[in-house]
């Protein structure tokens, strides 16, 4: 139990980390509340110390009048909110770029980049302070305060700010290299096939078979996507009453409110469970499956083979025109597809601590996953020879590490198809021959392994 309940934490924290990570204004907030609280302690602790400091620490602080102090901490403030316009509009135009050639499921990547929110947290933060210190300088009643040390540590703010500017512009720039998009994509999903890999759920010997009567379905709250599911927290309902729960929608799959999710019946035919039982079982079952309005890589390990497969088709569409980048999205989803078959398999079912089974999973079956990287690109880049030579090489890879006879049999498959559709693409002698080879490959792989 101890270490599902630290596997059950690390995907609450992996949980908590996406949701703040995706939205560019909790970091760059706190900035601001954490620059206007510096700004109010600094001038304060400049009342307190600035008549004992020693020559050597004055010697560097701010020297000026209070127009002077005003002058330069006004200056600041101006520019630094003009440096940030500009790094929030450049951040749109990456968006823009990212969601027009490469895919529309991306920009939640640049919204959770963390140059972007340091960048605007630096700029928004040093503004604050600014402002902070500013409201401090005074000459009234014939006794000028400057805050100096305040007034020092808002220049040094502004340098650094400059500094962090150009190696955010660096960095943009390189961000929007597709090349870069794959990789960071291709990274994110092997931390979530790693994350599913070293769940330490106990298997169930047998999977239980639905009654044909006596079965309840909970239902969605809302439309949208399962981004997630606290298999530890059925368990414990489902060990509680002594049920056993059915999942009926893989994570990463669209759900449509009212429509059932989950079913679960008890697992002794003859108990019976009073009406607020029954509604405070649908209701924390229900609570165990997150809706989202859009997909998450934290448990979904089909969402980065669905952004590479974007890649590569948007590549493909005659708008883009780039068949140099499908070929290397398809380099990514073959690794990927090799990773997903190293993972330990899957149990279909799983027990609570006693080994009773109490829980019935919807997998990620790597046949669909196969048939989601070869589907698309095989029908877009059939007709160019450098695609489809990469789909017979990525087919052979596969055939070469798969081992399972039900996924070597989903290789052979997708090889069929993969053929009939080169052989519809209107190639010359030559290239027929090349193709034909490639498939002989592929088949040489999968009867010798």
């Not at 135009?93 to 919204?111: G, H, K, W």
């Not at 589907?375 to 052979?396: H, I, K, N, T, W």
């Not at 290239?431 to 498939?439: P, S, V």
């Amino acid at each position: 139990m101890a270490a599902n309940s630290d596997n059950g934490f690390r995907r609450r924290w992996a949980v908590w980390s996406e949701a703040i990570a995706s939205r560019l204004w909790p970091i760059p907030m706190a900035a601001v509340i954490a620059g206007v609280v510096l700004g109010i302690a600094i001038p304060e602790l400049d009342r307190a110390v600035d008549e004992s400091l020693p020559e050597n620490v004055t010697a560097v602080l701010f020297s000026g009048g209070t127009e002077a102090a005003r002058a330069v901490l006004s200056a600041i403030a101006g520019s630094l909110i003009t440096a940030t316009s500009l790094t929030f509009s450049l951040t749109v135009v990456a968006l823009q770029l990212a969601s027009s050639q490469a895919s529309p499921r991306l920009l939640r990547m640049f919204a959770s980049d963390r140059m972007v929110h340091a960048t605007l947290a630096l700029f928004l933060g040093t503004f604050a302070y600014s402002l902070a210190v500013l409201r401090t300088v005074s000459d009234a009643d014939g006794e000028p305060f400057v805050p100096r040390m305040g007034v020092t540590i808002a220049s040094m703010l502004t340098l650094a700010s400059v500094i962090m500017l150009t190696f955010f512009l660096a960095h943009l720039a390189r961000q929007l290299r597709v090349e870069t998009m794959l990789r960071d994509v291709h990274e994110e999903t092997q931390r979530t096939i790693r994350l599913a890999a070293e769940t330490p759920h106990t298997a169930a010997d047998r999977v239980p078979d639905a009654p044909a009567v006596g079965t309840r379905s909970v239902l969605a709250s809302r439309s949208g996507f399962v981004t997630g599911v606290d298999r530890n927290a059925i368990l414990e309902v489902a060990a509680e009453h002594d049920l056993v729960v059915r999942e009926l929608r893989t994570v990463g799959s669209s759900v449509i409110e009212g429509r059932p999710m989950l079913e679960w019946w008890a697992r002794e035919p003859r108990t019976l469970l009073g009406p607020d039982t029954l509604r405070q079982v649908d209701d924390r079952l229900g609570g165990a499956v997150r809706i989202g309005y859009e997909r998450t890589p934290t448990q979904d390990v089909g969402f980065g083979l669905r952004q590479l497969v974007d890649i590569a088709v948007r590549a493909l569409s005659p708008g883009v025109n780039d068949p140099t980048t499908a070929v290397h999205a398809l380099s990514h989803i073959s690794a990927v597809l090799a990773e997903l078959d190293r993972m330990p398999p899957e149990p279909p079912a799983l027990a609570d601590e006693h080994g009773m089974p109490r829980l019935v999973q919807s997998q990620h079956e790597f046949v669909d996953l196969l048939e989601l990287a070869v589907e698309q690109p095989r029908r877009y880049g059939a007709s160019d020879p450098d695609v489809a030579a990469r789909l017979f090489q990525m087919l052979e890879e596969l055939a070469e590490c798969v081992r399972q006879p039900e996924r070597r049999s989903a290789i052979r498959s997708q090889l069929d198809r993969l053929e009939a559709s080169v052989a519809d693409g209107g190639y010359d002698a030559e290239e027929r021959e090349r193709f034909a080879r490639l498939g002989r490959d592929v088949r040489t792989r999968l009867t010798s392994n």
